[in-house]
Structure formats: structure tokens, C-alpha cells
């Protein structure tokens, strides 16, 4: 995409790869039964904030690595719902189990990856992924002419 301003109207920090199928299912996948957790990605002057929602979890359910640029969320959970009756034997028993996968390939000119914070509340994963100081945003300035 060519632009005529300078500086890029938009910073593109994160690359799913939509377009390359083949690679997007081996970095982003979700077992048979469950959705892929939607994410959003806002970007402010100074950070990147990118929410995935994930209801029903904890925070120790998540796994997040940083490596080689690539930022990768994962979660795995297995549950189990038991019905007994009086002598112990099963009545019913049924097993659930889900796992996701999402990376993201961050730029490590734009992002400060050693200080990515994250934090869950309320069904909802945040990542704070903070701008280099070199790739704030600068006021506007007025350049006097000599």
C-alpha cells in the first residue's frame, strides 16, 4: 500500500498472515468443538493494547510466549462433569476439553517487547504492548523558515 504522507497513516504492528491459509492453521487453531477466541487490537499514541475474549477461564489457563518476534497466546483446559449414583457407579460422565493458539508477528522496530504486560478480568485477556519511544507519535511542530 503506497501512501504520499511521510509517515504511514496507520502502523501495522501485527500480521496474521489471513491471506496464507496454510500458514494461519498451523499458528492459529482451536480444537473441533470451540471457536477461535476474537481478538481486538486498539493503538494509542504510546501502546498497542490487544484484548482476546475468553470467558470462563483463569489466568493461569493461559500460556504466552515471546519468541523471535512472535508473539503466541495458547490455552488448554479439560474438564470433567460427574453424575453418580448411590453405589458410585457412572450414571453419566462426560469430558470436555478445548485449546487454542493465536500468534502474531510483532515488529520489534515499533514495540517495546521487553516490558508486554498482561492481565485477565472478567472474561477478557489484555495484553499492553508499549510503543518504542522512537515510534511514539510527536506532537506537531511548527518549523520556521530561515
Not at 494509542?44 to 515471546?66: N, R, S
Not at 495458547?74 to 470436555?96: A, C, H, I, T, V
Request: charged share 30%; net charge negative; hydrophobic share 30%.
Amino acid at each position: 500500500m503506497r501512501t504520499n504522507s511521510l509517515i504511514p497513516a496507520m502502523s501495522r504492528f501485527l500480521d496474521d498472515d489471513w491471506n496464507n491459509l496454510f500458514e494461519w492453521r498451523n499458528r492459529n487453531y482451536s480444537s473441533n468443538t470451540t471457536t477461535l477466541p476474537s481478538v481486538n487490537v486498539k493503538e494509542t499514541g504510546d501502546e498497542f493494547v490487544v484484548e482476546m475474549a475468553a470467558p470462563g477461564m483463569k489466568k493461569d489457563d493461559f500460556d504466552i510466549q515471546l519468541d523471535n518476534n512472535m508473539l503466541t497466546i495458547r490455552s488448554e483446559m479439560s474438564s470433567e462433569s460427574n453424575e453418580q449414583d448411590e453405589d458410585g457407579k457412572y450414571s453419566r460422565r462426560e469430558f470436555s476439553y478445548q485449546s487454542f493458539q493465536r500468534s502474531f508477528n510483532l515488529n520489534n522496530q515499533v514495540v517495546d517487547d521487553a516490558n508486554i504486560q498482561a492481565t485477565y478480568e472478567d472474561g477478557i485477556l489484555r495484553l499492553n504492548i508499549p510503543k518504542r519511544e522512537e515510534a511514539k507519535e510527536k506532537p506537531a511542530r511548527q518549523i520556521q523558515v530561515a
